[in-house]
């Protein structure tokens, strides 16, 4: 990696991008499904002459440009910032790579924030046409901007031809776009009426008018369900079989989508017998509940997206802990150390007579050196590269997936073994990529803190090998037997 | 540690486009995102201190600008979204070290900046409901609360690029701020003199545009205000523009002072000199005009399209020092060029496009406003 590390204690840093990630896609989805709401209920409303419900209406324009425009605009930035800070190496990777799609987004982000405010600052000053057509423009835009948003978060999961060709089309129009966008497209039809509800549920004191609502906003919701159904699925369908294999390996997520899926499913019938069918379930109760399954399912399919793609963050290219896939081989050769940036300058200040620099800047570490170090300092580079190697996804002592308690009670020969075949103790780690020495070193510093197994338990204590283990059991195998 | 070994190497991917391309926009996008930034910077606090003068002018500039402050926050982050997105590209080697360095702060700009929005909407909303333009205490502390917190987020924006135009000053902030080789993104910079002379030269600047847009607001916005505004405006540009440009002064010769011989020599006696002096005369521009145009009425329209000079000539000459403080470090032209000729040329047309799509949105509003006028609404 090119970068400093940003050692976040207990979440770990990329925990973070998680956390402000979820809260955005809860609004930027509702900023796209929103729009096309006001776009074509506005439309419906003027046809029909309905004041009342042009008066709720814009009420609710109101409330939407509150949420969307700032807190939904400045959390979008925010993903921009954190992953930045927390995956330096992969935003470098993704903006080098599509610089100029994020661009065209902002073409339309601009186009949508004028298009937004005319449409609720001239309410009633804009002739019905025209005041539609800001609709629509809005609505447009903001689709758009979510296409061109999901041909790069698809990359991420599968890059299709890029690897090969580097063409930014290949790229963009990835095996998993199509799915991702159909999927989204829902998500946000979903959720925009899971807002309406919140909304109209608190804000419409008419009741034929809240029914009337009810009843129009549950079929863009149910439309929307179907195609977060058929996106998801024809999304699983595609994905590469690491990913399938993740899903149905890992516990937590294999979980999460069976909910996900389930929760789909029952808001769907919910809509149908419900606000469908019966208008008059709405109520403040019934519309915190649906939102609040609106959005578990929503955050529930980022957490996924993100979960199966471990151990990249970029299919193929990027892994979990900021390495280019294709650098692996050549860290192994040379060292870990030596091809990072900040742990090989920490190093050379460090240990000055274990680093030879070169005219050309380049470094190379002494790696028996190194191994001869007094344990204390052969720990401290090991922590070195546990920050740079392994903290992407484990705290040390207490927190995310903490190194600690994996470790509990392991042998030096297990813990040894699992650094120089993390890809093979659980295939969503990234390879090794350091050198034999390294990995000496990293086992010095996880056997540092490794705990003993708990006190009180049959194995207790620091018995590893089989005679220790005979000898506080107080028999031997062929008693055993 | 040496500073050059934290240096990010040349990426192979390549820049998407021509050096002098990136850049271009790089500046222009900076430069456009200065404009409304320079009203919420220093035009915030300028605005709550006028709410709290005894002229009816003043206060009600102070309501007019609280009332704009929402569309110019929205569109002014807009156009920060541009530079950013070129700085990244071109200035990747040190821009994502330099952040992470500082890490909560600057991680913090979002959470800061999404109070101080809302705090700008509680205000503005206040205004529009309040009766007889009493705001409530808690409106009011809103505005002052915003007003301090963008002042807040500048100061980490002075930091971040403060620090990223100095690498030689990261071994220092590494060994304080972290342990084993990562950092715990915890470092400031709210002792580094320099900073904060940079700041007070800068805020100078933003005044300046503060005081360039009241006359632009008598002059082009204040259509349905009274004469008596229209005239203050006149009245209170040129003053406030002056006072600016003292704080600009001092704080510019501050800054100055704090270069080293090397960037000394290129500003003031080096390639970089005639934007160096053109862009510490350039204010002359507006406020001559200011001064001038004290009984034209639409003056504020030139006047602020020369403000937009002035910031565009800071911008370019900011770009050439930051540029030769980093010369020792990389060298920000030296990437391969990879060219990605059609989604650049998608970029452009869809930019060319969105143009037309907004001057069809500005024509429809003025058609608008301009009915509601004759209609007497
Ligand atoms: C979150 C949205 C924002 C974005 C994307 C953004 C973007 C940028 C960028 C890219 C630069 C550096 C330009 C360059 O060096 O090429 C910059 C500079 C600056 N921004 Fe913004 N900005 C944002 C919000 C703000 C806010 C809320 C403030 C508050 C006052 C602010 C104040 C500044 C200042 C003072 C500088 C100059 C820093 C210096 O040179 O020391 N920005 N901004």
């Known amino acids: ?481 | 540690m040496d500073p050059n070994g934290l240096i990010a190497p040349v990426n192979e991917l390549g820049y998407p486009a021509p050096f002098w391309f990136l850049i271009f926009f790089r500046v222009l996008g900076f430069t456009l995102h200065l404009l409304p930034m320079n009203l919420w910077y220093a035009g915030t606090i300028t605005a709550m201190l006028l709410g709290l003068s005894r002229i009816p002018e003043a206060r009600r500039f102070s309501a007019r600008l609280m009332s704009q402050m929402p569309f110019i926050i929205a569109f002014g982050v807009n156009l920060g979204i541009v530079p950013l997105l070129f700085l990244q590209v071109m200035g990747y080697r040190v821009f994502y070290s330099a952040t992470i360095l500082m890490a909560w702060q600057w991680l913090a700009v979002i959470a800061l900046l999404c109070l101080a929005y809302y705090g700008v909407y509680i205000y503005a909303v206040g205004l529009r409901t309040a009766k007889q333009g009493q705001l409530k205490a808690w409106q009011r502390a809103s505005g002052w609360a915003s007003a301090l917190l963008f002042i807040l987020i500048a100061v980490i924006f002075h930091s971040a690029m403060s620090t990223m135009a100095d690498p030689g000053s990261w071994p220092a902030i590494a060994e304080q701020t972290g342990r084993a080789a990562a950092v715990y993104g915890t470092a400031h910079s709210l002792a580094d003199p320099h900073m904060w002379v940079r700041m007070l030269f800068f805020f100078g600047l933003a005044l300046t545009t503060t005081a360039a847009y009241v006359s632009f607001d008598g002059a082009m916005l204040a259509g349905h205000e009274t004469d008596d505004y229209r005239k203050w405006t006149r009245g209170f540009a040129p003053q406030l523009y002056t006072a600016a440009l003292v704080v600009y002064g001092i704080g510019g010769l501050l800054y100055a002072n704090s270069w080293d011989a090397g960037l000394r020599d290129y500003m003031t006696a080096g390639s970089a000199l005639p934007f160096a002096a053109l862009a510490a005369i350039g204010p002359a521009i507006p406020l001559g005009l200011l001064w001038l145009g004290r009984n034209a009425a639409k003056a504020g329209l030139w006047v602020i399209i020369a403000q937009f000079l002035v910031l565009g000539l800071h911008a370019i000459a900011r770009q050439l020092a930051q540029n030769f403080r980093l010369a020792p470090y990389l060298d920000i032209a030296a990437d391969p060029v990879k060219m990605q000729v059609g989604p650049l040329v998608m970029f452009l047309v869809s930019f060319v496009l969105g143009l037309g799509v907004l001057g069809w949105i500005i024509a429809k509003l003025v058609q608008a406003n301009r009915k509601a006028v004759v209609s007497g609404q």
């Open chain 1, 1 to 481: 990696m090119s970068y400093p590390w940003w050692h976040v204690p207990f979440l770990t840093a990329p925990m973070l991008i998680a956390l402000i990630a979820t809260v955005h896609v809860l609004v930027s989805h509702y900023a796209v499904g929103g729009g096309l709401f006001l776009a074509v209920e506005t439309s419906h409303a003027y046809k029909h002459n309905d004041e009342g419900y042009l008066a709720y209406l814009k009420q609710h324009a109101w409330f939407f440009v509150l949420l969307t425009v700032v807190f939904g605009a400045i959390t979008g930035v925010g993903i921009w910032w954190i992953i930045g800070l927390a995956s330096p190496l992969a935003t470098h990777f993704l903006i080098q790579t599509f610089v100029f799609g994020w661009a065209t987004e902002w073409v339309f982000f601009v186009i949508e924030l004028a298009a937004g405010f005319a449409f609720y600052y001239f309410w009633g000053k804009l002739d019905r046409r025209t005041h539609v057509a800001m609709g629509w423009i809005y609505a447009a835009a903001a689709w758009i901007s979510l296409v061109l948003i999901t041909g790069i978060t698809a990359f991420m999961l599968d890059p299709g031809q890029w690897p090969e060709t580097h063409n930014f089309w290949h790229g963009f129009f990835n095996p998993q776009f199509l799915p991702q966008v159909l999927a989204r497209t829902g998500a946000a039809f979903l959720l925009a009426s899971m807002y309406v509800y919140f909304h109209a549920s608190f804000k419409c004191q008419d009741t034929d008018l809240l029914r009337y609502i009810e009843r129009r906003s549950s079929r863009p919701a149910m439309l929307g369900s179907a195609l977060v159904a058929s996106g998801g699925l024809w999304w699983y369908l595609l994905l590469p079989a690491s990913s399938k294999a993740a899903l149905q390996g890992a516990a937590v997520i294999n979980v999460l989508m069976v909910i996900m899926f389930t929760l789909t499913i029952v808001v769907f019938a919910l809509l149908y017998i419900g606000p469908y069918r019966n208008p008059g379930w709405l109520s403040p109760g019934f519309a915190i509940m649906f939102l609040g399954f609106g959005l578990a399912a929503t955050a529930t399919g980022e957490y996924i997206r993100e979960a199966v793609r471990k151990p990249y963050i970029v299919y193929n290219l990027v892994l979990g802990n900021q390495v280019l896939a294709e650098k692996v081989p050549l860290l192994r050769e040379n060292g870990f150390i030596e091809g990072t940036r900040w742990p090989s300058a920490w190093l050379a200040a460090r240990h000055p007579q274990l680093v030879t620099t070169h005219p050309d800047g380049s470094l190379t570490v002494d790696e028996q050196g190194m191994l001869a170090l007094p344990k204390y300092d052969r720990v401290e580079i090991g922590e070195v590269l546990f920050m740079y190697h392994c903290n992407d996804c484990h705290a040390e002592r207490s927190g995310v997936n903490a190194m600690e308690h994996l470790l509990t009670g392991w042998s030096r020969e297990m813990v040894a073994t699992s650094v120089r075949h993390p890809e093979k103790l659980k295939y969503f780690m990234p390879p090794w990529s350091g050198t034999d020495a390294e990995a000496e070193i990293l086992t010095d510093y996880l056997m540092d803190m490794r705990p003993e197994m708990p006190e009180g338990m049959f194995f207790g204590g620091r018995h590893d090998s089989l005679s220790d283990v005979q000898a506080m059991i107080g028999n031997t195998v062929e008693e055993a037997r």
